[in-house]
Nanobody, 117 residues
Framework: VQLQASGGGSVQAGGSLKLSCKAS???????????LGWYRQAPGKERELVAE???????NYQNPVKGRFIISKDNSRKTVYLQMNSLEPEDTAVYYC?????????WGQGTLVTVSS
């Protein structure tokens, strides 16, 4: 299984980006039953959870991104997304997708998001 993250880039404050993470090689039934998450790591800081879609279907966001970011998934494509709106310079970080499923923990390679003021 490989998680292929994409969609990062450089934007000005107030702009939007949409990150994608495709789970290649993952069985469809495992993907649909997995916990899906997006994390980020800013320079000099620890990796932190941004948003998650739990196995029960509930969605959780960290306070700094509530109302601005949206996590979603497409089961047919085995892909999880993170729509990021109203981006702020504080959102600058490497973003990682994470899938917990089939008794294993998978991480994507990270995609850099840079927000300039």
């Amino acid at each position: 299984v490989q998680l292929q993250a994409s969609g990062g880039g450089s934007v000005q404050a107030g702009g939007s980006l949409k990150l994608s993470c495709k789970a290649s090689g993952m069985i469809w039934s495992v993907f649909t039953a997995s916990r899906l998450g997006w994390y980020r790591q800013a320079p000099g800081k620890e990796r932190e959870l941004v948003a998650e879609l739990t196995t029960s279907g509930s969605i959780n966001y960290q306070n700094p991104v509530k109302g601005r970011f949206i996590i979603s998934k497409d089961n047919s494509r085995k892909t999880v997304y993170l729509q990021m709106n109203s981006l702020e310079p504080e959102d600058t970080a490497v973003y990682y997708c994470n899938i917990e499923g089939g008794y294993r923990d998978y991480w994507g390679q990270g995609t850099l998001v840079t927000v300039s003021s």
